[in-house]
């Protein structure tokens, strides 16, 4: 069924909204939960297609998992060393974390695997995992452009590495702590610029031996992981578009709960500082081995900036949203230094580079970002390129337009964001599936 959105323009967001789990963590609580010894009981999990891929693919590989079931779930873990063959190749759908960190797991582990993903997927880079690993002592083949599928020989000895990332990209460095944990001795990887921490954190939480100098990380293989429940705070990637929708409608005043803080994915709530945005983070509090707050967030008069390049891999997912705040915003924002764009879910910088001229916004390509001028945002019909997070950004878009804006095929939404379509609606936007 193709699903597409119609919005109207104008309307103000108001009240408490909850957005769902972060996707990021949950991921990691599905993965870690089944490696550990004993009984990981989940809550606030993202019930999102990409979660639920990850969910699938431990249970093909014998991992007893009980839900979800209202973001709960319950994972009986087999322990470091008790996944099983699976039967045939794992489907990841269009998660590309799924893919990225399992490709680091099952590189270490006795048996053979095929990772698989849906069109989009299957068009993403794998080399930046299947390179280090390959050098850890892993045998990893993809196609010859090096998308998936992703074949891993079983039986490997994975040795230990002391890597120097070049790409910033969490991804890759957790799908080494992953195959770390089964290396012959501690390995250490190095990042460019520190990117989301997530995987350490929660290993750090389930008694791994896991230190962290500036931006170099040092593991040491653990005997065991041990249980620990798991709070999933609301997904800060997921509030961003209701942070920039209550920003650029006028007269809005919207309070968004429990969100995930953690400082190396709040680059969204400075950015928008930066342009003179109305956010305050109140009741600060920590939350299973990670900082969460509850965001309230006013109308502002946005202004274009320079975005600092330091603060791009922590907001590496909120640019489609960011640059419906430009085009809101008086004067050019300009982003620079943010070249991943371009292999995330679609190529992000085309992606709304192209939607925003439609929409009568001056915009323009950079290699490696773009360029927008705040003006007034028209009507028209935008495509959304299969990509959840343009589909949400240009949703958005109307609360500032003209005349309605019409998003095509925004089915893949549901991989991040199940009922964003109503949650909108709720905090005042007018939405029509269609
Ligand atoms: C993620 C890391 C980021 C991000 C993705 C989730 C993760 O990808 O874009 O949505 O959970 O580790 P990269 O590592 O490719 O930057």
Same mark, same amino acid.
Do not use: W
């Given at each position: 069924m193709i699903i597409n959105y119609l919005v109207q323009p104008g309307g103000r967001f108001s009240g408490e909204i909850t957005v769902p789990g972060d996707k990021s963590i949950s991921h990691r609580s599905v993965i870690f939960g089944a490696l550990c010894d004993g009984v990981t009981e989940v809550s606030g999990l993202l019930q999102?297609?990409?979660?639920?891929?990850?969910?699938?693919?431990?249970?093909?590989?014998?991992?007893?998992?009980?839900?979800?079931?209202?973001?709960?779930?319950?994972?009986?873990?087999?322990?470091?060393?008790g996944l099983s063959a699976p039967h045939g190749s794992l489907d990841l759908g269009n998660s590309g974390t799924s893919m990225r960190l399992l490709t680091g797991l099952l590189s270490a582990q006795q048996f053979d695997s095929t990772l698989v993903g849906d069109e989009s997927l299957s068009k993403r880079p794998m080399m930046r995992v299947i390179k280090p690993l390959s050098a850890m002592g892993a045998t990893i083949n993809a196609s010859a452009n090096g998308t998936p599928p992703v074949q891993i020989s079983g039986g490997s000895q994975i040795s230990s590495q002391a890597f120097k990332l070049e790409i910033a990209s969490a991804q890759v460095k957790s799908a080494l702590l992953l195959a770390g944990l089964y290396a012959d001795s501690p390995i250490s990887v190095t990042e460019p610029v520190k990117t989301r921490d997530h995987t350490e954190r929660m290993l750090a939480d389930m008694g791994c031996e896991i230190e962290t100098a500036d931006l170099t990380i040092r593991l040491h293989p653990p005997s065991m992981l041990q249980a620990k429940a798991i709070n999933v705070p609301a997904d800060i990637s997921s509030a961003a578009f209701f942070m920039v929708g /209550? #920003?650029?409608?006028?007269?809005? %005043?919207? @309070?968004?709960?429990?969100?995930?803080?953690?400082?190396?994915?709040?680059? $969204?709530?400075?950015?928008?500082?930066?342009?003179?945005?109305?956010?305050?983070?109140?009741?600060?509090?920590?939350?299973?081995?990670?900082?969460?707050?509850?965001?309230?967030v006013c109308s502002g008069d946005l202004q274009g900036i320079q975005i600092p390049e330091s603060l791009v891999a922590s907001a590496i997912d909120e640019f489609p949203v960011l640059m419906i705040a430009a085009a809101c915003a008086k004067g050019q924002t300009v982003v620079?230094?943010?070249?991943?764009?371009?292999?995330?879910?679609?190529?992000?910088? /085309? #992606?709304?580079?192209?939607?925003? %001229?439609? @929409?009568?916004?001056?915009?323009?390509?950079?290699?490696?970002?773009?360029? $927008?001028?705040?003006?007034?945002?028209?009507?028209?019909?935008?495509?959304?390129?299969?990509?959840?997070?343009?589909?949400?950004?240009?949703?958005?878009?109307?609360?500032?337009?003209?005349?309605?804006?019409?998003?095509?095929?925004?089915r893949n939404v549901a991989t991040s964001f199940p009922g964003f379509d109503q949650l909108a609606v709720q905090a005042g936007l007018n939405l029509e599936v269609v």
């Open positions: 999102g297609m990409d979660v639920l891929a990850t969910i699938h693919a431990f249970r093909e590989m014998g991992v007893f998992i009980d839900g979800p079931d209202g973001g709960h779930l319950v994972i009986h873990g087999n322990g470091l060393r /209550a #920003s650029i409608a006028r007269d809005s %005043k919207l @309070l968004i709960k429990n969100v995930g803080i953690n400082p190396t994915r709040t680059g $969204v709530i400075e950015i928008l500082q930066l342009m003179g945005a109305n956010i305050n983070l109140l009741n600060p509090r920590q939350s299973t081995g990670e900082p969460v707050a509850d965001i309230e620079t230094g943010a070249r991943e764009l371009r292999v995330k879910e679609s190529d992000r910088i /085309a #992606s709304m580079v192209t939607g925003l %001229k439609v @929409l009568g916004i001056d915009a323009k390509e950079l290699e490696d970002g773009m360029i $927008v001028e705040g003006g007034q945002i028209q009507g028209g019909e935008v495509e959304s390129y299969d990509d959840h997070r343009i589909s949400m950004a240009f949703a958005m878009a109307g609360l500032a337009s003209q005349a309605p804006i019409k998003i095509n095929d925004c």
